[in-house]
Every structure is written in structure tokens, then in C-alpha cells.
């Protein structure tokens, strides 16, 4: 590897060098702290991993979806066939071969001490964590597990036997249901509790620590959520035609609709909830109860609460008009709006604006330069002192940092990482080869 000054406030470590001609298209990948880099390659119809340049062991096939790091970098996993086997390779280590492994179900636990999948035995589907083979089932739901909680100590998963559906918690199986929705399943942020959605007959109830609440016609996507501080759930429910937001299993005003990925929201201090509501053809949010001015579009996913939790902001729009609209007061109006950020301290805010097909960015309501393309959220340093994002133009990209370009790659293929108040990484490509930049600010 080889280590590049590119200027008094960037250095450049190269990574890789790509062979485009045996890569597998899709299968790149980056670490969690974007510092490594692992993707497929075939040849002569084998398969094999390339991590940060470097090959590992030939395969008939390896799954591309199932290349995983660990949350702490430290580890990687695949899963890979031969001889028409599958088995898990860990930090290049083969695990049993089984006859079928379930290429979304390999997980690594928060604390990456416990490593899980779902695999086949004898026509019958088993959970493999560590090594060591839970009770088989008809099936385990792919999206329904396995998922750790946030402290490692649970593990849970979806099965079905004797056509019955149940959650599974360490290996203790709950109630029996018709069904159970999936993407409904998750635990508190403190992992004392667990809810999921159940289908009982033809009716749907929300299950909280294996209790049930009321049974309704349906349960909206994206939800139930806990609060910050697990002490509250909120959820989306349909009646007849109607939808409504139970809290705390109280019912909120019933609605035409409320806006998928539209909430609902608990602020961080887990005291207000924010949603989206559709009545006729008019979006509002609703915070704790008390309704917005009517528009014809609210931003999906775009309303977001401040650190504080006493500012809330989100996308709304007439017509081919769209503005942010912060505690209630409207911002300039531009062809398009990204989504926004709030700094750490509460006191700035920025998000990304399009206008006659220029993008900038809007930093504490003043425009920032003009580009061809601006990515993801706008990121503020943890001192809130700095923003950064990446930007784009004339096919090359690179980062802003304070309204000031970097140098430009061909692409940047990771999110941007603050190691201190005043440094920075991301991973960029500039022909075959992959850079790690770090950059001082």
C-alpha cells in the first residue's frame, strides 16, 4: 500500500486496486467506520472475497448479500457454496456446511460477540448462532430474524410449525398466531421488551411483551416504535377505512390516511410523537395531538425532531414548490428539498435545495455554492463548528467542507466519518483505485 500527500490538508492511502474485469457487479461493500473495503470477484467459474486488496480462498459461489462486518470492524463474514454445500466463512474460518443458508439471515450481534443465520436441515429450518443449532421449524420467515437486541443477551426470530406462527426469544417460543407481520418485530432500545404484529383470524393486533392489545383491520407499516427511553409505543392502526395512531394503547383521532414512512415519531426525550395525517387531499403533521397547516405534500420520512427535542422540522410542498417548514414557520421556496440536519447543540440547521437544476446547500438560512449533484444529509463536526457533504459536477465528486471543495474523484463510495472535532474520512475511487482520504480541517 502505498500513502500519498495530496495537500497540506488531505493525505491519501490506497486500499485497492480494482479489477473491473472479474468484479461482481453490486457486490461492494464498506466497513462500518469506512476504512475497509471487501467485494467479490469470479474467474474461471470460481468466487472469491478481495478484502482491502487482498484474495481469499476459491468458491463455486459466494453470496453477495450476505458479505457482513461486524459493528466493530474487527470481523467479517460470507456465506459460500461447494459442492453443492453452504457454509459461513468467518475472518476467512469455515463454519458446518448445510444444505441451504438464508443469504439476508447472517447477523452479527451488537456487541459481535454472537454470530447467527438461518440454515437448512432435512427439509426443516434451523437458527445457527456460535455454532450451535436451535429446534428445527417448518420455516423461519426471511425479514423476520434472526435480530438481536441492543445489549446482545436476546436473540429472535419468526417460525412457523403445524401452520402456526410464533416469535422465538433464546429459544423460548411464544403465543400461536395465524401470522405475524413482518418488520413489526423489534425490541426496546433498553432490550427489556419486544413487540411484534399478529394476525388472529381475520384481524391484526399489535403483541407487547406477549400481551395483546386492541384487534384492528390492519397494522401500518412502520411501526409499532418504542420511545427513546422504552417507556412508551406508539403504532399505526386501520379501522374500516380510517387509520389512527394508538399511543400507550390509546386511540389518537382517526384519519383518511397517514403518510407511509410518515411516523409515527418520538421525540429523543421520548415526551412528544409526531406524524403525518392525510385528510381529503391535504398533508399536516400532528404533534401530540394539535394539527399543522394543511399542504399538498409532506416529505416522506423528512420530519425530524432537534437534539432538544423543542424543534421540529419537515418537507412540505404546493404544487412543484417545496420548503422546509422549522417550528411551524416556512423557508424560501425551491424546486426541490432534501432532507435536513439539526447540529448537536440545536442552534443550526441545513439541509439540501434544488433550484433551475442547481443544488446547494442552506446553512442557517443562507446559500451555500451551487453544484450539479449534492448527496446524503449535510453532516455538522461534533463541535457543530463545520459542515460537510458530498457534492458532485462535471462527473467528478468530492466533499465540501465549509463551502470550500476538496479534491475531486472519479466517485466517493462511503459515508463521511469524523474521528475528531477537526479530521475526517471517506473512501473515494479515482479510475481502479480505491483511497482512504483523511482529511484535517
Same mark, same amino acid.
Given at each position: 500500500?502505498? @500513502?500519498?500527500? #495530496?495537500?497540506?490538508?488531505?493525505?491519501? !492511502?490506497? $486500499?485497492?486496486?480494482?479489477?473491473?474485469?472479474?468484479?461482481?457487479?453490486?457486490?461492494?461493500? #464498506?466497513?462500518?467506520?469506512?476504512?475497509?473495503?471487501?467485494?467479490?470477484?469470479?474467474?474461471?467459474?470460481?468466487?472469491?472475497?478481495?478484502?482491502?486488496?487482498?484474495?481469499?480462498?476459491?468458491?463455486?459461489?459466494?453470496?453477495?448479500?450476505?458479505? #457482513?462486518?461486524?459493528?466493530? /470492524?474487527?470481523?467479517?463474514?460470507?456465506?459460500?457454496?461447494?459442492?453443492?454445500?453452504?457454509?459461513?466463512? &468467518?475472518?476467512?474460518?469455515?463454519?458446518?456446511?448445510?444444505?441451504?443458508?438464508?443469504? =439476508?439471515?447472517?447477523?452479527?450481534?451488537?456487541?459481535?460477540?454472537?454470530?447467527?443465520?438461518?440454515?437448512?436441515?432435512?427439509?426443516?429450518?434451523?437458527?445457527?448462532?456460535?455454532?450451535?443449532?436451535?429446534? !428445527?421449524?417448518?420455516?423461519?420467515?426471511?425479514?423476520?430474524?434472526?435480530?438481536?437486541?441492543?445489549?446482545? !443477551?436476546?436473540?429472535?426470530?419468526?417460525?412457523?410449525?403445524?401452520?402456526?406462527?410464533?416469535?422465538?426469544?433464546?429459544?423460548?417460543?411464544?403465543?400461536?398466531? *395465524?401470522?405475524?407481520?413482518?418488520?413489526?418485530?423489534?425490541?426496546?432500545?433498553?432490550?427489556? %421488551?419486544?413487540?411484534?404484529?399478529?394476525?388472529?383470524?381475520?384481524?391484526?393486533?399489535? $403483541?407487547? +411483551?406477549?400481551?395483546?392489545?386492541?384487534?384492528? +383491520?390492519?397494522?401500518?407499516?412502520?411501526?409499532?416504535?418504542?420511545?427513546?427511553?422504552?417507556?412508551?409505543?406508539?403504532?399505526?392502526?386501520?379501522?374500516?377505512?380510517?387509520?389512527?395512531?394508538?399511543?400507550?394503547?390509546?386511540?389518537?383521532?382517526?384519519?383518511?390516511?397517514?403518510?407511509?414512512?410518515?411516523?409515527?415519531?418520538?421525540?429523543?426525550?421520548?415526551?412528544?410523537?409526531?406524524?403525518?395525517? $392525510?385528510?381529503?387531499?391535504?398533508?399536516?403533521?400532528?404533534?401530540? /395531538?394539535?394539527?399543522? #397547516?394543511?399542504?399538498?405534500?409532506?416529505?416522506?420520512?423528512?420530519?425530524?425532531?432537534?437534539?432538544?427535542?423543542?424543534?421540529?422540522?419537515?418537507?412540505?410542498?404546493?404544487?412543484?414548490?417545496?420548503?422546509?417548514?422549522? @417550528?411551524?414557520?416556512?423557508?424560501?421556496?425551491? +424546486?426541490?428539498?432534501?432532507?435536513?440536519?439539526?447540529?448537536?447543540?440545536?442552534?443550526?440547521?441545513?439541509?439540501?435545495?434544488?433550484? =433551475?437544476?442547481?443544488?446547494?446547500?442552506?446553512? *442557517?438560512?443562507?446559500?451555500?455554492?451551487?453544484?450539479?449533484?449534492?448527496?446524503?444529509?449535510?453532516?455538522?463536526?461534533?463541535? @457543530? !463548528?463545520?459542515?460537510?457533504?458530498?457534492?458532485?459536477? @462535471?462527473?467528478?465528486?468530492?466533499?465540501?467542507?465549509?463551502?470550500?471543495? %476538496?479534491?475531486?474523484?472519479? *466517485?466517493? &463510495?462511503?459515508? &463521511?466519518?469524523?474521528?475528531?472535532?477537526?479530521?475526517?474520512?471517506?473512501?473515494?475511487?479515482?479510475?481502479?483505485?480505491?483511497?482512504?482520504?483523511?482529511?484535517?480541517?
Amino acid at each position: 500500500m502505498s @500513502n500519498n500527500k #495530496t495537500s497540506s490538508e488531505s493525505s491519501e !492511502k490506497l $486500499v485497492v486496486d480494482i479489477d473491473f474485469s472479474s468484479f461482481v457487479e453490486d457486490s461492494l461493500i #464498506t466497513s462500518p467506520n469506512c476504512r475497509h473495503l471487501v467485494y467479490i470477484s469470479k474467474l474461471n467459474n470460481k468466487s472469491f472475497v478481495i478484502f482491502d486488496g487482498k484474495q481469499e480462498q476459491y468458491y463455486e459461489d459466494i453470496f453477495k448479500e450476505s458479505l #457482513t462486518f461486524s459493528p466493530d /470492524n474487527q470481523h467479517f463474514a460470507y456465506i459460500a457454496k461447494n459442492n453443492n454445500k453452504c457454509f459461513v466463512v &468467518i475472518d476467512g474460518n469455515e463454519q458446518k456446511k448445510y444444505d441451504a443458508i438464508l443469504p =439476508n439471515s447472517l447477523v452479527f450481534s451488537p456487541d459481535r460477540q454472537h454470530l447467527a443465520y438461518v440454515a437448512t436441515v432435512n427439509d426443516k429450518l434451523t437458527v445457527v448462532m456460535n455454532g450451535k443449532e436451535s429446534k !428445527k421449524y417448518d420455516a423461519i420467515l426471511e425479514g423476520g430474524g434472526p435480530i438481536f437486541s441492543p445489549d446482545s !443477551k436476546y436473540l429472535s426470530y419468526i417460525s412457523f410449525l403445524n401452520d402456526k406462527c410464533f416469535m422465538v426469544i433464546n429459544g423460548q417460543e411464544g403465543k400461536k398466531y *395465524d401470522n405475524i407481520v413482518l418488520g413489526l418485530h423489534l425490541f426496546s432500545p433498553n432490550s427489556q %421488551r419486544v413487540s411484534y404484529g399478529a394476525q388472529i383470524s381475520n384481524k391484526w393486533v399489535v $403483541v407487547i +411483551d406477549e400481551k395483546e392489545e386492541n384487534k384492528y +383491520d390492519g397494522i401500518i407499516d412502520n411501526s409499532p416504535i418504542f420511545s427513546p427511553d422504552s417507556q412508551h409505543i406508539a403504532y399505526g392502526a386501520i379501522i374500516g377505512d380510517k387509520m389512527v395512531i394508538v399511543i400507550d394503547g390509546k386511540e389518537g383521532k382517526k384519519y383518511n390516511g397517514i403518510q407511509e414512512r410518515g411516523g409515527p415519531f418520538f421525540s429523543p426525550d421520548s415526551q412528544h410523537v409526531a406524524y403525518v395525517a $392525510v385528510s381529503g387531499e391535504k398533508c399536516f403533521s400532528v404533534i401530540d /395531538n394539535k394539527e399543522g #397547516t394543511r399542504y399538498e405534500g409532506i416529505g416522506e420520512g423528512s420530519l425530524i425532531f432537534s437534539p432538544d427535542s423543542n424543534n421540529i422540522a419537515f418537507v412540505a410542498g404546493y404544487g412543484e414548490e417545496n420548503f422546509f417548514v422549522l @417550528n411551524g414557520k416556512e423557508d424560501a421556496r425551491y +424546486d426541490g428539498v432534501g432532507e435536513g440536519v439539526f447540529s448537536s447543540n440545536n442552534q443550526r440547521f441545513a439541509y439540501m435545495a434544488v433550484f =433551475n437544476e442547481e443544488c446547494f446547500i442552506i446553512l *442557517d438560512g443562507k446559500k451555500n455554492n451551487k453544484y450539479e449533484y449534492i448527496g446524503e444529509n449535510p453532516l455538522f463536526s461534533s463541535n @457543530n !463548528k463545520h459542515l460537510v457533504y458530498i457534492a458532485g459536477e @462535471n462527473d467528478k465528486y468530492f466533499i465540501v467542507v465549509d463551502d470550500k471543495k %476538496r479534491k475531486p474523484y472519479d *466517485d466517493i &463510495i462511503s459515508n &463521511i466519518i469524523f474521528d475528531s472535532e477537526n479530521a475526517f474520512h471517506y473512501l473515494a475511487i479515482q479510475g481502479s483505485k480505491v483511497y482512504l482520504v483523511e482529511e484535517n480541517l
